[in-house]
């Protein structure tokens, strides 16, 4: 590892309590939400718009009964010294535009379904995915988490498509709205909610308000931690959380807010109790892995990068908590990518348990609750 990464590790994780236990939490972004449609007309535009796919626009797709066993199953397969197994916290999205319904009301209007309808509507196969995952539940490997209502900016996305964006409409007739971060690496993109002068308060609430309503009728429970989409949440909302019955909200080290929507403010996040509301603990993401990526690279180093950046935070005492979207673990476009990320997983934990053997596997909820 070159000095500059070993410093920027450093960085990440001098500050913070440290810990006797070597705690292990995983949080994974994007469940629920559609990205890119597993159609070979929508697969041909993307290709076709830049020659610079990120791992996102090229696997990134509805999850399956089929990936969401895979998973559960390498997650069953492992233990700590506790006997207790690996928890994934899937951070979900709990619902998808409604292309038909907007496109009927001439996009003056976002219309949205719940995700499990999504997943009956798309997954044509005759599983039902949501029981997959609240098996998964009742396993104590999935601890389910809330990701925002829907994945799209549908204030800014609604005002390109009735104003005749000709990109934005192309796009729209395939069920996408990923555009706009196609030729950029933007944060910036339709993918960030909360980007957006728009949003007041009293909009950010209502739609909180129903996006957990319905991950409660999925789940039999609220949700009690909140990662914002592309990390834009105004820190002023923070007040808002607790009343929902949000404990913690997940993040990298920086996260992102907007003034008016205009200029972006860039905020650094350590773990610790929110200063504002004194109750919300603010968690920081401290290893990335992302074996998709070995897929777009070539490289096959997602499992030693992962590797190098726990050795660092466990000098440190710190516990690790690793970000790995959903990206890395669905196969409904290329089975490879599924069978070569659920295969990484595996000898990452695996390999963990065997290094450290005192690890201890703890979910995004308790470990909020060492920190209060
Ligand atoms: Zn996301």
């Given at each position: 590892m070159n000095i500059k990464k070993t410093a920027a590790l450093l960085d990440l994780n001098l500050r913070g309590r440290c810990f006797n236990e070597q705690w292990v939490i995983i949080q994974s972004d994007d469940w629920g939400s559609i990205r890119v449609p597993q159609n070979s007309e929508a697969l041909e535009k993307l290709r076709r718009s830049t020659n610079k796919l990120s791992i996102f626009q090229k696997f990134d797709t509805l999850d399956s009964h089929e990936d969401w066993t895979e998973l559960i199953t390498v997650l069953d397969s492992i233990k700590d010294r506790t006997g207790k197994k690996p928890i994934f916290t899937s951070n979900f999205v709990t619902g998808n535009p409604n292309f038909e319904q907007i496109e009927n009301h001439h996009f003056t209007h976002f219309f949205w379904d719940p995700f499990y309808s999504t997943y009956e509507k798309l997954n044509y196969n005759n599983f039902n995915t949501l029981e997959t995952i609240n098996y998964g539940i009742s396993k104590g490997v999935i601890e389910p988490q809330y990701h925002g209502?829907?994945?799209?900016n549908h204030k800014k996305w609604l005002k390109s498509l009735s104003g005749g964006d000709e990109t934005a409409l192309d796009f729209f007739r395939l069920n996408m709205w990923i555009y706009d971060s196609l030729n950029s690496n933007s944060l910036?993109?339709?993918?960030?909610?909360?980007?957006?002068?728009?949003?007041t308060t009293e909009v950010v609430e209502s739609e909180f308000y129903e996006g957990i309503t319905i991950f409660k009728q999925a789940f039999g429970r609220y949700p009690q931690s909140f990662i914002p989409n592309n990390y834009?949440?105004?820190?002023?909302?923070?007040?808002?959380l607790p009343k929902y019955g949000i404990k913690s909200v997940q993040g990298m080290k920086y996260g992102f807010e907007t003034d008016n929507g205009e200029r972006i403010i860039q905020f650094r996040r350590y773990n610790q109790k929110d200063k504002q509301t004194n109750s919300l603990v603010n968690l920081v993401r401290n290893v990335v892995f992302d074996p998709s990526m070995d897929l777009l690279t070539h490289k096959n180093d997602s499992v030693n990068w992962a590797k190098d950046q726990i050795k660092i935070a466990f000098a440190l005492r710190k516990p690790i908590i690793i970000d790995t979207h959903r990206v890395n673990y669905v196969g409904g476009i290329d089975a490879n990518n599924r069978i070569h990320g659920i295969e990484k997983l595996g000898n990452l934990l695996n390999w963990l348990v065997q290094k450290y053997p005192k690890v201890r596997f703890t979910s995004t909820a308790e470990l909020a609750t060492l920190y209060t």
């Open positions: 209502r829907q994945h799209v910036r993109s339709l993918n960030a909610v909360f980007d957006s002068s728009d949003y834009f949440f105004n820190r002023e909302w923070n007040s808002l």
